[in-house]
């Protein structure tokens, strides 16, 4: 039996359990997806979704779902924080459900710290695996609604890549595509590496084929993504690189727009630069990771490149790609930075002048060399060089933001405005959000938006004819 036929019978398995539970609790069983780490893991809830679905649940978003879970995040110890923080109140609405089921899976549960908490201190959580096998969750899904025991089944090592579970978007419109799994890059500060696995990309039919059926039904913006969209390729039989890639899912008709994430400052090719130019669906942004603007700090990271490097790539791609916005995260706090170090990442921000960057206080994750490094920096001096590097942030995200007043630009409307419902709200190409007068049914549609007046990192704008 291959994959395939395993999980089409465990997904029958799972329907048949979930309508007995529909017998006893005289309504549709519901279900919640509860994300919390990236677009992959977003990605990863979508198929999750879609395996609830075909269960026959009523996906809803409540945590007071019969079955809810979680898929967690660990690159930070404040997404771990906020998991227990979530069981803790997800225990409660149990007490008050017999028939409540309660799942974690993700980044989180592949670190034996934190399945022994778990096994000692959540005994209420029913089901437990990781990311290596979340192929095989209508196997376990349809095990946990039928027995009481806790399961759980982590794997050190990844299994195969599936390529055919089903998924339910959470736009019509738009969708992740993952074009590679796990990291091999080991910057020294980052957990990724150890709970995502080995850096494996997919074969290009298979993403090809996947955004083909996307297209066909209704999706034009696709979103690729892997750790470091950079080494795609690598590994595989027939060899492609990354730009080649982007080049033919730009010729699915039907795509209109493509976004890549992330693209790693070591190895961003000028033809990767020559392919955004010459494109007219590869969106106009490009999230570059800095991480620190110290050659220093950069060095210890085991980012390779330095200050320089990164400053002619960045300077490079605003003079080829003048509208293209470039984003940012940024890690304060390694240990051993000091003030002056701060000083250089500041001076990376001035010149760039970033459209938008992600600043993020160092967490230190045991298992990563930059754990047991010595001259961990204190909260406080951590704090106030964040709240420094906040301010530069800020300031040149807004004067970035505003560079497009006035502009006509074609925006993706995405939803009705959750404050005001006489406004809808559209991406631009460039990422930037437009608010204007509208309603649902331009949802998924592109449209022509005056960008009327900048709100710092928005714009309010009108619908032009
Ligand atoms: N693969 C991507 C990053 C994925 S993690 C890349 O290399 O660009 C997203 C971001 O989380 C990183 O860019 C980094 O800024 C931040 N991050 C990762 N580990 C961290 C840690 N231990 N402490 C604080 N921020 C961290
Ligand atoms: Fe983490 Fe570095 Fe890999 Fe990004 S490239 S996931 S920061 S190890
Ligand atoms: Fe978090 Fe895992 Fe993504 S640790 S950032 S959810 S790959």
Not at 128 to 133: A, D, K, S, V
Not at 327 to 341: N, S
Request: net charge neutral; hydrophobic share 35%; with cysteine.
């Amino acid at each position: 039996m291959n994959y395939s036929e395993t999980t089409d019978m465990s997904v029958m398995r799972a329907r048949e359990n979930v309508r007995a539970l529909e017998k006893k609790l005289g309504r549709v069983p519901t279900a919640a997806v509860i994300t919390f780490g990236c677009q992959m893991n977003a990605r990863d809830s979508e198929k999750l979704t879609g395996i609830l679905m075909q269960a026959g649940f009523s996906v809803i978003s409540e945590e007071s779902a019969d079955f809810v879970i979680y898929n967690t995040c660990t690159v930070r110890d404040n997404a771990n924080q906020r998991v227990y923080g979530r069981l803790g109140v997800c225990g409660g609405y149990k007490k008050k459900n017999p028939y409540m089921k309660i799942a974690l899976c993700g980044c989180m549960m592949q670190e034996p710290s934190v399945i022994e908490k778990i096994k000692t201190s959540y005994r209420f959580v029913d089901l437990i695996f990781g990311t290596h096998n979340l192929y095989k969750f209508p196997e376990y899904l349809a095990d946990t609604l039928e027995q009481d025991r806790q399961i759980i089944d982590v794997w050190k090592e990844p299994g195969e890549i599936e390529e055919n579970l089903p998924v339910s978007r959470k736009y019509p419109f738009k969708s992740g595509v993952n074009i590679m799994f796990g990291c091999n890059n080991f910057c020294t500060y980052c957990i990724v590496p150890y709970v995502r696995g080995r850096e494996r990309s997919r074969e290009p039919k298979e993403i090809l084929r996947e955004c083909e059926r996307l297209a066909a039904d209704g999706v034009s913006e696709v979103m690729l993504l892997g750790q470091n969209v950079n080494s795609y390729g690598r590994g595989l039989s027939e060899s492609v690189s990354f730009p080649e890639l982007l080049r033919e899912v730009e010729k699915i008709e039907g795509i209109k727009r493509i976004r890549f994430m992330t693209s790693h400052p070591k190895d961003l090719s000028d033809e990767l630069i020559e392919t955004i130019k010459n494109s007219d669906k590869i969106c106009r942004h490009i999230h570059l990771p800095l991480q620190s603007g110290s050659s220093r700090i950069l060095k210890a990271m085991n980012r390779c490149y330095d200050k320089e490097k990164y400053l002619s790539l960045a300077m490079k791609i605003r003079e080829e790609i003048p509208d293209i916005s470039i984003t940012t995260d940024i890690i304060i706090g390694f240990p051993g930075e000091t003030p002056a170090d701060v000083d250089e990442t500041i001076d990376v921000i001035r010149r760039v002048q970033y459209d938008n960057a992600f600043t993020f206080i160092y967490s230190k994750r045991t298992g990563t060399p930059a754990a047991s490094m010595e001259n961990q920096v204190s909260e406080k001096e951590s704090h106030e060089q964040f709240d420094r590097v906040l301010t530069e942030v800020q300031k040149y995200a807004k004067l970035q933001s505003a560079r497009f007043e006035g502009r006509v630009m074609e925006a993706l409307v995405e939803e009705v405005n959750e404050n005001d419902t006489a406004l809808v709200t559209g991406r631009l190409s460039n990422n930037l959000i437009v608010h204007f007068p509208g309603d649902a049914s331009l949802i998924g549609s592109y449209v022509k938006v005056r960008l009327n007046e900048c709100k710092g990192f928005y714009y309010l704008g009108e619908k032009t004819y």
